[in-house]
């Protein structure tokens, strides 16, 4: 896990806002939901292929919403345009005037709100797993009724990690996922919020509208989701494509809504990001001849990893890493490991040092 520096940035009413910022590149912001904590995330098997995928090639800035993880949590107004403002603050703060954004799961409303508020900072958009509308202002039947019991039993068993509740909760981001997947996220629901707080910003999750929002937005947009996602139905993603001008829509053949790093979906989506966001200034000169796939494994050769480890974080063999490894070695025109890793970290590859 790298050396996780948190700052924290003062938000308009006073409340503190825990952020970190990790590698080097375009700068991108991802939101999350507030089921989140910024260490935890690095030990956290759903989290942590995200963040390897963005800090190996962009300046990556994450934070803590407020009540949850770091950031302070003896706050009275947990509100949906609190999550908005909280974030403006942040920006600010380490002050970025344009940026890519990565909104995942509850942080999408956030950042559609976000681009249609201040539509000249947002550089592109990304919508993985979210949706412009609660689980109370669908027309799907049931759905109501499903988020009034979800909110009973989390008030009798967040928090608990040997509560069925806790189980049956954690299942539904990644059901083909295995114990340790499960056991991490009841522990990730632990370290996030207190059950008070997990209840009121869930309430406020269920009652969100950002439909008129998302028709306002004017950024190149890029929509993802898992074709079977329990959490989030495809449906929601599909209309979000819809709503957004030219938005592209990028449906994934999974039914995690946080997918295994070894599934081909989630390669077939880190593809897709590393396609659309912002390309690094590192694909100048020889590093442009590289493929996306090659670019990022450069990035864990760069950081000293050997190839089956490099093989375990991208999900593929040994043997394909040593057929990526030597192309590289003849494009960047070198003949040894030792020779690519000094070129690729002089170039900026490999860089995951918090920074501005």
Not at 87 to 112: H, N, S
Request: proline content about 5%; charged content about 20%.
């Amino acid at each position: 896990m790298p050396n996780v520096q948190v700052r924290y940035c003062k938000s308009f009413d006073g409340a503190q806002i825990a952020y970190a910022v990790s590698g080097q590149g375009p700068r991108v912001v991802l939101l999350p939901s507030w089921l989140t904590h910024l260490e935890y995330q690095w030990r956290c098997p759903a989290w942590r292929p995200w963040l390897d995928a963005l800090s190996s090639r962009y300046t990556l800035l994450r934070y803590d919403p407020r009540g949850c993880g770091l950031s302070e949590r003896n706050v009275d107004n947990l509100s949906f345009d609190c999550w908005v403002r909280d974030f403006a603050a942040l920006v600010d703060e380490v002050q970025w005037d344009r940026f890519a954004v990565i909104g995942i799961c509850q942080g999408g409303p956030t950042a559609i709100e976000f681009a249609a508020r201040q539509p000249g900072r947002v550089e592109r958009l990304v919508l993985y797993g979210t949706y412009a509308r609660g689980k109370n202002r669908r027309t799907v039947p049931m759905e109501p009724k499903a988020a009034k019991i979800m909110l009973e039993m989390m008030e009798l068993g967040w928090g608990q990690q040997d509560h069925a509740f806790m189980r049956a909760f954690a299942s539904q981001f990644q059901p083909q996922g295995g114990l340790d997947h499960l056991r991490s996220w009841c522990e990730l629901q632990c370290v996030a919020a207190s059950p008070a707080s997990a209840v009121q910003l869930t309430q406020r999750m269920f009652d969100l509208d950002v439909q008129a929002a998302a028709a306002r937005i004017e950024c190149p947009t890029l929509v993802a989701h898992s074709e079977r996602d329990a959490a989030v139905p495809v449906e929601e993603g599909r209309l979000l494509a819809q709503l957004i001008p030219g938005a592209r829509y990028v449906q994934l053949s999974s039914a995690n809504h946080f997918m295994l790093a070894e599934e081909p979906a989630w390669a077939t989506l880190v593809d897709a990001l590393h396609a659309f966001l912002p390309q690094p200034s590192t694909l100048d000169g020889a590093f442009a001849e590289l493929t996306e796939r090659q670019r990022e494994l450069l990035h864990f050769l760069a950081r000293g990893l050997d190839n089956h480890q490099i093989g375990a974080h991208l999900g593929i063999s040994e043997k394909t890493v040593r057929n990526h490894v030597s192309s590289i070695f003849a494009k960047l025109e070198v003949e040894s490991r030792a020779q690519a890793v000094v070129i690729a970290r002089e170039a900026g590859f490999g860089a995951a040092s918090p920074g501005r």
